[in-house]
């Protein structure tokens, strides 16, 4: 239970109505009741304000209701995602060591965690305060897992790999896999062996069944704040800059550098060693096939400025009639 005050202390907010509305829930606003808090930032919604059975409503700044305590923000959706997590967050519960997990030789456990059963913890592996793995993960040796951090079950930590703090690893997730080499000899392909790691920042979270591959040699890194979603692969040696987002099937080849603060949206790709600047847009189903400046928009499967490719598409449904004209007038 919190008061719209609470809330708006949380949220950089202005209240308008009672300070002490108490709010005991948030829910999206066709759903939400008596004490609860919705949000309203489109037009759909904010014509309806005054429908709405809530009891306080998130709005954008200026917004005006007769009859609904409203909660005026800068940014509506943050301050719902915010608020979101202050009614949906459980404390840490140490549940200690299960007698059915798997503990190597020589580790350095904090004494608050929860390490669920049939968890593998390879040898010489630190894992620290309010830590929790979920059953069936395997952790392999001389791995480093800072506070905070969840693997859920069935995630992969190949050996060595560095885990920072507040991490969220989903299920499935393999981190530090062999990075994808092979020379051919003529004969058949001889695989380059793998000997680098993963190191992965704070507050970094990664989707269900993605891949982080170690690097050849040095480490793959994941910097603070980098969301991966579902299904995405990094490659061996890459670099993804703090707070980039990469949406769901998604694959970066090796040795890519992605600045700071970009987004990669579903099923675009790159080519290999090359360079995003931060700040940067690669939009669905477009390749990187080069270096692209900060603060670029990408689209298309050539990898082109978005504004230069949305030119090229309207030239291309001008083709036909440009072919009927130029073949009229040859014959």
Known sequence: MYTLKQLAEQTDGKIVGDPATAISGIRPFDEAGPGEITVAFTKKYLDQLDSTSATAVI????????????LTVENPKLAFAKILQLFTS???????????????????????????????IGENVFIGDQVSIGAGTVVGPECQIGKGTTLHPNVTLY????????????????????????????????????TGRVEIGDDVEIGANSCVDRATFGST?????????????????????????????????????????CLLAGQCGTVDHVSIGEGSTVLARAVVTKDVPPNSTISGRHGRSHRQELKHEALLRKLPEIYREWKAKKG
Do not use: W
Request: proline fraction near 4%.
């Open 59 to 70: 709005v954008p700044q200026k917004v005006e209701s007769e009859s609904k305590a409203l």
């Open 90 to 120: 459980e404390p840490f519960t140490a549940l200690g060591v299960s007698h059915l997990a798997h503990i190597g030789a020589h580790c350095e456990i904090a004494d608050r965690v929860a390490i669920h059963p049939f968890a593998t």
């Open 159 to 194: 050996p060595k790999s560095i885990i920072g703090e507040r991490v969220i690893l989903h299920s499935g997730t393999v981190i530090g896999a062999d990075g994808f080499g092979y020379v051919f000899d003529g004969t058949e392909q001889v695989k380059m062996p793998q």
């Open 221 to 261: 890194v994941i910097e603070r704040g980098v969301k991966l979603d579902n299904h995405v692969h990094i490659a061996h040696n890459c670099r993804i800059g703090e707070n980039t987002i990469i949406v769901g099937c998604v694959g970066v080849s090796g040795s890519v550098t992605i600045g700071r603060n």
